[in-house]
T-cell receptor, first 112, second 113 residues
Framework: QQQVKQSPQSLIVQKGGISIINCAYENTAFDYFPWYQQFPGKGPALLIA?????SEKKEGRFTISFNKSAKQFSLHIMDSQPGDSATYFC???????????FGEGTQLTVNP | NAGVMQNPRHLVRRRGQEARLRCSPMKGHSHVYWYRQLPEEGLKFMVYLQKENIIDESGMPKERFSAEFPKEGPSILRIQQVVRGDSAAYFC???????????FGEGSRLTVL
């Protein structure tokens, strides 16, 4: 019940394309869904987050789409750039604490 | 405002030795979390601490691992009698309050020979 499943494991996109990463969760008690970006040798950094009272949140080129009934959420990166090449993690947490349960990560490569 | 500071960044230990990893949270943050990341894997929760208290240690192995966050000084993750399977990146994160954004440090990479 604590799992967050992420796909794909790796993704290659051309510059200017749209990158889409998907996550599914099991625990309906989760109420906070962030996405983290991690560059090699660095710590994860919060990219964007959503709560289940909205179905979409956009910040610049990054959009989270949230489907509460399907228990799925996804990250869309519009106009993908080589500098977006990194590992992306989805995560989820419950109201009772901010402990995050992470997906397994998606390694994104944006070719120039 | 400095970020979450972790040290050492890299640590090499032989099997059976002890590893101590330190984490200084961001200024004003009283909640500290430790996560472990194995190569090519996601981050796994280990422990959640507030000053002088362990709030949730459900992700900590039962033996050899301990964590503390004293009233003064950094949080410390201690691994006794390390084994090769302990080789991983250990990340510390802090937040100002419960249910708020976590800020991660750059990690401590432990290699056990």
């Amino acid at each position: 019940q604590q799992q967050v499943k992420q796909s794909p494991q790796s993704l290659i996109v051309q510059k200017g394309g749209i990158s889409i990463i998907n996550c599914a969760y099991e625990n309906t008690a989760f109420d906070y869904f962030p996405w983290y970006q991690q560059f090699p040798g660095k710590g994860p950094a919060l990219l964007i987050a959503i709560r289940p009272d909205v179905s979409e949140k956009k910040e610049g080129r990054f959009t989270i789409s949230f489907n509460k009934s399907a228990k799925q959420f996804s990250l869309h990166i519009m106009d993908s750039q080589p500098g977006d090449s990194a590992t992306y993690f989805c995560a989820a947490s419950k109201p009772s604490g901010s402990r995050l349960t992470f997906g397994e990560g998606t390694q994104l490569t944006v070719n120039p | 405002n400095a970020g979450v500071m972790q040290n050492p960044r890299h640590l090499v230990r032989r099997r059976g030795q002890e590893a101590r990893l330190r984490c200084s949270p961001m200024k004003g943050h009283s909640h500290v979390y430790w996560y472990r990341q194995l190569p090519e894997e996601g981050l796994k929760f280990m422990v959640y601490l507030q000053k002088e208290n362990i709030i949730d240690e459900s992700g900590m192995p039962k033996e050899r691992f301990s964590a503390e966050f004293p009233k003064e000084g950094p949080s410390i993750l201690r691994i006794q009698q390390v084994v090769r399977g302990d080789s991983a990146a250990y990340f510390c994160a802090s937040s100002p309050l419960q249910n708020k954004e976590l800020f991660f440090g750059e990690g401590s990479r432990l290699t056990v020979l």
